[in-house]
T-cell receptor, first 111, second 114 residues
Framework: EADIYQTPRYLVIGTGKKITLECSQT?????MYWYQQDPGMELHLIHY???????EKGDLSSESTVSRIRTEHFPLTLESARPSHTSQYLC??????????FGPGTRLTVL | KNQVEQSPQSLIILEGKNCTLQ??????????LRWYKQDTGRGPVSLTI?????NTKSNGRYTATLDADTKQSSLHITASQLSDSASYIC?????????????FGRGTQLTVWP
């Protein structure tokens, strides 16, 4: 099992709150990713990083931001949450062989 | 338009039975195709990965096939178990950029009944 962690696993908050979703991996992977997944739908890439101080936006436009100050840490922040942000957020990292290892996900509900 | 289409959308089978899930893709250029298993409320876990030159790959009771000419793949599950109940996601990589962009299918929701 991959060593990639996400916290919190579940989060219910009110509109307008600032939130940070944490993602950490202990495998030393340079490449990390954030995906958004609605029930029954495919994963959509919202952010990715090739290494420290490298971040890029993905295919799906997102109001969230990310940072990569340390190799093992790739947090995602929403400055002002809205109901439209309700979704599951999955963090992943890539090692040798290009296999993506996924974290357990954070299910976010914005009321 | 999603370039990876999976069928069926959902499937219910009895424990012990076999089943086959389908994946058709239009992604080009093609680099590799992966099948992931995603349990409810969890992140996807890789089952198999196949490159252009590989047409079959097994992982225990899971056997994936790939026909790069017709751009089709299948995942065959043998002697299903209750723990096989999950969403199975087909993912195609195009290697069209340094990112090695991944295209995700919407998954097939498999339910195994006792």
């Amino acid at each position: 099992e991959a060593d990639i962690y996400q916290t919190p696993r579940y989060l219910v908050i009110g509109t307008g709150k600032k939130i940070t979703l944490e993602c950490s991996q202990t495998m030393g992977h340079d490449k990390m990713y954030w995906y958004q997944q609605d029930p029954g739908m495919e994963l959509h890439l919202i952010h990715y990083s090739y290494g420290v101080n490298s971040t890029e936006k993905g295919d799906l436009s997102s109001e969230s931001t990310v940072s990569r100050i340390r190799t093992e840490h790739f947090p995602l922040t929403l400055e002002s949450a809205r109901p439209s942000h309700t979704s599951q957020y999955l963090c992943a990292s890539t090692g040798a062989g290009d296999t993506q290892y996924f974290g357990p996900g954070t299910r976010l509900t914005v009321l | 338009k999603n370039q990876v289409e999976q069928s069926p959308q959902s499937l219910i089978i009895l424990e012990g039975k076999n089943c086959t899930l389908q994946c058709n893709y239009t992604v080009s250029p093609f680099s590799n195709l992966r099948w992931y298993k995603q349990d409810t409320g969890r992140g996807p876990v890789s089952l198999t990965i196949m490159t252009f030159s590989e047409n079959t790959k097994s992982n225990g009771r899971y056997t994936a096939t790939l026909d790069a000419d017709t751009k089709q793949s299948s995942l065959h599950i043998t002697a299903s178990q209750l723990s096989d109940s999950a969403s199975y996601i087909c993912v195609v990589s195009d290697r069209g950029s340094t990112l090695g962009r991944l295209y995700f299918g919407r998954g097939t929701q498999l339910t195994v009944w006792p």
